[in-house]
Structure formats: structure tokens, C-alpha cells
T-cell receptor
Framework: DVKVTQSSRYLVKRTGEKVFLECVQD?????MFWYRQDPGLGLRLIYF???????EKGDIPEGYSVSREKKERFSLILESASTNQTSMYLC??????????FGSGTRLTVV | GESVGLHLPTLSVQEGDNSIINCAYS??????FIWYKQESGKGPQFIID?????DKRQGQRVTVLLNKTVKHLSLQIAATQPGDSAVYFCAENRGATNKLIFGTGTLLAVQP
């Protein structure tokens, strides 16, 4: 089975902190995605990556950046966390054969 | 704007009944649709998918129907069980962009 692992289930950070959310996949997939999930808004795409060192903005990239130095790892970075970035963050990979596979999510609270 | 949306935010059904969850989409260029189930504390899990050249696809206890004329997608769950209680999302994949666009989700609550 494809496995997508998000390193933290719960995080609490202070306003202004730099925050790293890590996502690791074990199947050598090229496509990786970061979504945030908020009540009433569903899942919204922040950034995605087709390959190492490649990245594309999603629908709500403001306040975020990403890093893909190795194929298996896709990091989401909040340069200066704000309270409106309190959310559930979901990482996913995609292949033609397996479709999309999601991690269990990281619930981030910014205080 | 382009969107994928659900008609009902909450659906309550009796155990053993059939459930129908509906979804509307607005982009006629979308070529692939997926239903996900998300249980509390977990990420979305794939249930079933359908391509735009199909009208119906069946899985184990689940059926997805696609009506391209009215841009409507539905998920039918037969003999609903307590373990089916979750939030269900429809999503469309616009093939050229390789992105998933999600609906806002429907909470399915199964009453024993």
C-alpha cells in the first residue's frame, strides 16, 4: 500500500513563528500536493509539485512556500505564522495507477 | 466561478437504509470525478471514481452516477452501516492541470 506520512498530528505555534510541515511518501511518486481543510470550505490546494525542485502555486498560496529537495519529501513552510493559518493541513501524492493518496493530516493552531 | 459543490451539508439515515449523497459541478471540461470518505481524525480515503465517458460505476455497496447534462454527480451507499458515518467529498480532476477541486463535504450520520 502507498503510505503518506505527515510528521506531526497536532502542532501549536505562536504568531510570527516560522513553521515547517513535513510530508514523506514511500512510493517514489512524482506528484505531491498540500491542501488545507477548513469547515464549510472543504479542501483547498495550496501548492503542488511535479518533481524534485519543481513547484506550482495552487489556489491559495499566499503566506506559504514549499520545498522539494528529494522526491519523497514535500515540505510546506509558513514563513511567519498567523492566526488565519490555523487549519488542518493535508498532504497527498498522485499516480496514474493509484490515484490520490492522502496523509492523516496535521492540525495546526496558531496562537 | 468554477466550483464543485454539494447540495446537502448533513444527511441522517437509519442503519440498513440506502444513502444518496449529491454533488454539483460547474466545469464541463472536467474528465474525472472521485468520491472520498473522511473519518474523524483521518485524511480522505478513496471510495470510487468515474470518468466522464461513463454514466455509472459500481463498487462494493457503492454506486456513482454521473449526469453530464446537468453536471451532477451522486454517491449511493446500499444498506448503510454505522461504519459509513463520515464526511463525504466529491472532487473533480481537470486532467490538464493535474489538480483536484473538492466540494465542501456532506456529513453522513447513520442512526442505529
Amino acid at each position: 500500500d502507498v503510505k503518506v506520512t505527515q510528521s506531526s498530528r497536532y502542532l501549536v505555534k505562536r504568531t510570527g513563528e516560522k513553521v515547517f510541515l513535513e510530508c514523506v511518501q514511500d512510493m517514489d511518486h512524482e506528484n505531491m500536493f498540500w491542501y488545507r481543510q477548513d469547515p464549510g470550505l472543504g479542501l483547498r490546494l495550496i501548492y503542488f509539485s511535479y518533481d524534485v525542485k519543481m513547484k506550482e502555486k495552487g489556489d491559495i498560496p499566499e503566506g506559504y512556500s514549499v520545498s522539494r529537495e528529494k522526491k519523497e519529501r514535500f515540505s510546506l513552510i509558513l514563513e511567519s505564522a498567523s492566526t488565519n493559518q490555523t487549519s488542518m493541513y493535508l498532504c497527498a501524492t498522485k499516480t496514474e495507477r493509484y490515484g490520490y493518496t492522502f496523509g492523516s493530516g496535521t492540525r495546526l493552531t496558531v496562537v | 466561478g468554477e466550483s464543485v459543490g454539494l447540495h446537502l451539508p448533513t444527511l441522517s439515515v437509519q442503519e440498513g437504509d440506502n444513502s444518496i449523497i449529491n454533488c454539483a459541478y460547474s466545469n464541463s471540461a472536467s474528465d474525472y470525478f472521485i468520491w472520498y470518505k473522511q473519518e474523524s481524525g483521518k485524511g480522505p480515503q478513496f471510495i470510487i471514481d468515474i470518468r466522464s465517458n461513463m454514466d455509472k460505476r459500481q463498487g462494493q455497496r457503492v454506486t456513482v452516477l454521473l449526469n453530464k447534462t446537468v453536471k451532477h454527480l451522486s454517491l449511493q451507499i446500499a444498506a448503510t452501516q454505522p461504519g459509513d458515518s463520515a464526511v463525504y467529498f466529491c472532487a473533480e480532476n481537470r486532467g490538464a492541470t493535474n489538480k483536484l477541486i473538492f466540494g465542501t463535504g456532506t456529513l453522513l450520520a447513520v442512526q442505529p
